[in-house]
């Protein structure tokens, strides 16, 4: 059974190896990015209250997000594990998970924070051609994840969870990274 939440800043990579990692181990991929996408796309209630924030690099608001997660982490398919992907966001919504973990009676075995320096991730997110993924609109993303979502990492380090990998390397040595901790899932070590 594998349980990870995938922390990182935008471009760091954590949706390309969720989904290998997905794979890999047989249990979904939930990426809270993707969901939001497609309700955009859908122009649900949920995609047109979120394309505000979105197109502005802002966060998508807790209440939004935490119906959408509850929700999902309840379906059959997460049974026996999940990868998560752009959630939590913030200690609140941190907080949030772990009481809805505990009523579901699951846990969160890993928690992987991927680390890339800045200029990386704009020259990363600047390739990828997304409509939202314009120069001042990325490094607005990025203050916004420093402000609100780095604090996650001192709040699962705390709970021995953090299990930190350099997302600056060539992506097979990524996998390999995640592979080892999945494998040989010893919460106190790091993996540089």
Known sequence: MTRLIFLGPPGAGKGTQA????????????????????????????????????????????????DLIGERLSSEDTAH?????????????????????????????????????????????????????????????LEVYRAQTEPLIAFYQAQGLLRSVDGNQALSNVTDALRAIVDKPDVNATAD
């Open 19 to 66: 989904k290998v990692l997905s794979e890999r181990c047989k249990v979904p991929h939930i990426s809270t990015g993707d969901i939001l996408r497609a309700a955009v796309k859908a122009e649900t209630t949920l995609g047109q209250k979120a394309e505000g924030y979105m197109s502005a690099g802002e966060l998508v608001p807790d209440d939004l997000m935490l």
């Open 81 to 141: 594990g999940w990868l998560l992907d752009g959630f939590p966001r913030n200690v609140e919504q941190a907080e949030f998970l772990t009481a809805l973990l505990d009523e579901i009676e699951q846990r969160c075995d890993s928690v992987i924070n991927l680390e890339v320096p800045d200029d990386v991730l704009v020259s990363r997110m600047l390739e990828r051609g997304r409509a939202d993924d314009k120069e001042d609109v990325i490094r607005n993303r």
